[in-house]
């Protein structure tokens, strides 16, 4: 196992945190400030890929089509909100579970018959085609580089808005007491639509930067919801800070177990075991991780204050 | 509380009925819609005890439904067609893997509850991809279906039906047993109101972790059917759609009740059928339909029906 190989897997891994930590921000603060569990998340990850690709077939541009996705998934994030979510907030949990998966299979499906089953391939500008020499001896493409520096700067705006705004302050406040803070005067109907939003676009970025390095098809978005659940459970549900630890530990698990797991097992059994016990485990890894986490600590490792 | 008795018992003997019926009309296809229905039903009854009686949001219930097939599969591929071995086999294992989940999960409470479940059948389903001895992804088929040493033909299709309607019966019989029992008032208590239960003197966890593993084994029976079912075992049986359809069914047919989750299975797969029948796309209306059911039709199928709260 050599540095180099080793450096490599770790900014992959950072890379995918990042993509986990954009739909974990969303889903906590949604989870947080409007006890909503939603599993249509996953769905607006899928919108966020679709649309972009589709307004950058139509405009030509890459810059372009990208701004007027996450636009789009903002769009269509509200409209959910408006449309269906809305009154399950007063809802329990197995009601909102259960009405946020017909929705998942309802976006699937529609997706499936706009732009049919196949898996859809972007290409990218030739400006984020290449690649860059972060440490000498290593080369890496510009594009997933480009992601992780998207990634981090989002997560500063977004402390930044939550901890030092006036938005950012009501959200808090709405979090804490809802109904203290609509006696001040504060339309929290139309606060839950913009956070709600907020979250959908956030959604939407990680799905259409997912765009060209995974394949867009209906149930792109399943795969990771499950994933971005562990590292909001992890985390401790309703914690943004929880849920930037939560991803990155989540993304690095998953990234180097997988390119690393099989040839460390290797080792200690015999090849042809390793083999076989080396995929399975790798991808079983993040649950057990969950699991310990659990074990230890039920609330993840930042429980969110507000009850 | 007569009519509801008379109506459910319709919908027994109807279920008797229809295997001659079926073949009357020269329709054998509705034999095997309706076995699979039931054994649905299985499942849908299975956690309805955890579900509606004991308010534990499980969304991991299709796990069983696959352990209980890779059972059957794993001991069919190496040569074991012992029927009684197999679906032994298959509620063990599926105990046992429901104590495991259960032994983290139930500690939690709420929304933890409902992703811990979740991530675990998540989990299982990743391992049956990627052990390809046992085809991964594609699955493997059933060559032979259980053998019971001559004694029940599962290869004939009607004997199967009622092989799997008695099953039914059964499992329905053993869920309201165990609700109307000490263990069950447990088990109800804790889910009306858990600190009182505590203040009385009980301790939920070891009732609830209990009722976890019987429901867990229950649904790796009708995994172990479903199986022979299809004659065909993949991860698919441990999607998690699945687990989110088995759950819908128990809400559609009314939660906490006795013949809700068997109504709900119904209703819901010859829907299914019906519109697959018709489109492709069939969860463009299944899924709306989802949705409505949850915000305007809390009380179920079983809420329609004259009678008590509970039959």
């Known amino acids: ?307 | 509380m007569r009519a509801r008795t008379l109506i459910l018992g319709a919908c027994v003997l109807l279920l008797l009925a229809a295997p001659p019926l079926a073949t009357w009309i020269g329709q054998p296809y509705y034999i095997e819609l309706l076995r699979r229905v039931m054994i649905f039903a299985i499942a849908a009854v299975s956690l309805n005890l955890i579900l509606g009686y004991g308010g534990l949001v499980s969304f991991g219930h299709a796990a069983y439904l696959g352990v209980g097939g890779y059972s059957v599969g794993i001991l069919a591929f190496y040569g074991i067609h012992n029927g009684w071995l197999q679906w032994a086999v298959a509620i063990l294992a599926s105990a046992l893997v429901a104590f495991a989940i259960g032994a983290i999960s139930v500690r939690t409470r709420g929304i933890y509850f409902i992703m811990i479940t979740l991530a675990f059948t998540q989990m299982l389903y990743y391992l049956g991809i990627s052990v390809e001895e046992y085809g991964g992804d594609d699955g493997m088929r059933l060559k032979v279906k259980s053998q019971f040493s001559g004694l029940v033909d599962l290869a004939d299709p009607v004997t199967f039906y009622y092989l799997v309607l008695v099953l039914l019966l059964g499992c329905m019989y053993v869920v309201h047993r165990v609700v109307h029992s000490r263990f069950g008032m447990v088990i109800r208590a804790a889910k009306s109101n858990e600190a009182r239960s505590r203040a009385i003197g009980f301790s939920p966890y070891p009732y609830q972790l209990a009722a976890f593993v019987i429901a867990g084994s229950m649904c790796g029976l009708a995994g172990a059917l479903l199986a022979n079912h299809t004659a065909y075992i993949a991860p698919a049986f441990m999607d998690w759609t699945r687990s989110g359809e088995i759950m819908f069914m128990v809400i559609l047919g009314g939660m906490a009740t006795a013949p809700g989750p068997a109504l709900g299975a119904f209703a819901l797969l010859v829907v299914e059928d019906l519109l697959a029948g018709w489109t492709q796309h069939w969860q463009v209306i299944v899924g709306p339909l989802l949705v409505l059911c949850v915000l305007f039709f809390k009380r179920g199928l079983a809420g329609l029906l004259p009678g008590g709260k509970d039959g």
């Open chain 1, 1 to 307: 196992m050599n540095f180099i190989l080793l450096f490599e897997q770790a900014l992959n891994g950072l890379q995918f945190g990042v993509m986990l930590f954009l739909m974990a921000a969303g889903l906590t603060l949604v989870f947080g400030i409007m006890n909503l569990v939603n599993l249509a998340h996953g769905s607006l990850y899928m919108v966020g890929a679709y649309l972009t690709v589709a307004a950058v077939q139509w405009t030509g541009s890459y810059p372009l089509g990208v701004l007027l996705g996450l636009l789009g998934t903002l769009v269509v994030g509200m409209l959910v909100e408006v449309v269906a979510l809305r009154t399950l907030y007063e809802r329990d949990h197995l009601d909102q579970v259960l009405a946020t998966f017909g929705l998942m299979l309802f976006f699937n499906e529609l997706i499936a018959i706009l732009w049919g089953r196949a898996a859809l391939y972007t290409s990218l500008p030739a400006y984020l085609q290449g690649f860059i020499e972060i440490i000498p001896g290593s080369i890496y493409p510009v594009y997933r580089a480009l992601v992780i520096g998207v990634g981090l700067v989002v997560g500063a705006v977004l402390w930044y808005v939550v901890a030092k705004t006036r938005l950012g302050m009501l959200i808090r406040a709405g979090a804490s007491n809802r109904t203290m803070v609509a006696a001040l005067g504060i339309n929290i109907r139309m606060l839950y639509t913009v956070v709600f939003g907020f979250g959908a676009a956030l959604a939407g970025l990680a799905g259409l930067m997912a765009g060209p390095i995974y394949a867009v098809q209906p149930g792109m978005g399943e795969l990771i919801l499950i994933q971005v659940l562990v590292v909001i459970v992890i985390g401790g549900i309703g914690s943004v800070r929880g849920a930037l630890v939560g991803a990155l530990i989540v993304g690095m698990v998953d990234t180097l177990g997988r390119a690393f797991l099989k040839p460390l097992l290797a080792h200690f059994i015999s090849p042809p075991a390793a083999e076989a016990a080396g995929p399975a485990l790798a991808s079983m890894l993040i649950y057990l991780l969950m699991a310990v986490v659990l074990a230890v600590r039920p609330a993840g490792l930042f429980p969110a204050k507000s009850s």
